[in-house]
């Protein structure tokens, strides 16, 4: 077990002293979300264990163990280049009371209620932070997935709380990242179209949300085809940032798909998780370094 669990460590400062939480929070130094002209974003994606989605590559539980992910992520933001991470509330929240998140932007995943294999996986309810809450703790963004079947009327409810969303956000002048995703739903299981033509759409659809995109940011994929992301990125104005996602063990073909796309006038940065938390090779810090190298 890692040392950030045993005795006298989260568990029991969580069970003793609750209020640290909110005090961790008011003391973390902040930072701008770009620095800079030429800033450009390196951050680390752990959101994905509030959704029930513990897998990498064929390890359905690699992301369970708490301590062994938080050892990786305080690896991970320790790297040079590295801005922040986006995860839930009790991740960022073990981050916090460890000290890793000073200097850092940190991004709050706000709706994580589409669990991974259910039913009602694309009514993808708000049950991680709400916009009040990433101001209470002083965060700095907020971030959404938005997958939409045009078969599955879940879809239409998380398109509505998506927009009021981006309301809620915009009030509070917080930027949020919209991940979309046109999405169909075979043999049981939801898959990504990573067509030109479906990000194409998923983005045009991102982009319009609420009442004003003026604090809006959409976290986009590459597509099957690299060449096509020039014309899928000129779809909007708003700034985006690439996203990771499962590489299938290939990471030296997923780092090439990123080069291309990050040159983009659009794209703004990187958002990676499980390929630089859990490289095949195991070596954390190569893989996070060789990300950041990209920008």
């Not at 264990?49 to 990498?56: H, I, M, N, T």
């Not at 929240?93 to 996986?121: H, Q, T, Y």
Request: charged share 25%.
């Amino acid at each position: 077990m890692s040392a950030v669990l045993g005795p006298g460590g989260l568990a029991a400062i969580r069970a003793r002293h609750p209020e640290a939480v909110a005090e961790a929070a008011a003391r973390r130094v902040r930072r701008p979300l770009l620095r800079g002209d030429g800033g450009r974003l390196m951050v680390i994606a752990a959101d994905h264990p509030a959704r029930g989605a513990l897998g990498v590559g064929g390890d359905g539980l690699a992301m369970a163990d708490r301590g062994e992910l938080l050892d990786r992520l305080r690896l991970a933001l320790s790297r040079p280049g590295v801005d922040g991470v986006l995860a839930g509330a009790d991740v960022l929240e073990d981050l916090l009371l460890l000290g890793a998140l000073d200097d850092k932007v940190v991004i709050g995943s706000m709706n994580r209620g589409g669990l991974a294999g259910a039913a009602f996986e694309l009514d993808d309810r708000f049950t991680g932070h709400r916009a009040q809450d990433l101001e209470r703790l002083r965060f700095d963004a907020g971030k959404l997935l938005l997958r939409i079947d045009y078969q599955d009327p879940g879809s239409l409810d998380t398109l509505h709380t998506a927009a009021r969303a981006v309301d809620a956000m915009a009030e509070l002048q917080l930027p949020l990242f919209i991940e979309p995703f046109i999405c169909h739903r075979r043999n049981g299981r939801v898959s990504h179209d990573l067509s030109a033509e479906a990000v194409t759409r998923s983005v045009a659809i991102a982009s319009g949300l609420g009442g004003t995109s003026a604090y809006t940011w959409l976290k986009v994929p590459v597509t099957e085809n690299p060449d096509d992301m020039a014309k899928v990125m000129a779809t909007s104005t708003l700034p985006a940032v690439l996203l990771g996602g499962d590489t299938a063990g290939d990471q030296d073909a997923a780092f090439e798909k990123w080069r291309g796309a990050l040159q983009l006038p659009t794209v703004q940065g990187l958002v990676a998780g499980r390929p630089l938390l859990y490289p095949a090779d195991g070596d954390v810090a190569a893989a996070v370094d060789t990300a950041v190298g990209l920008l």
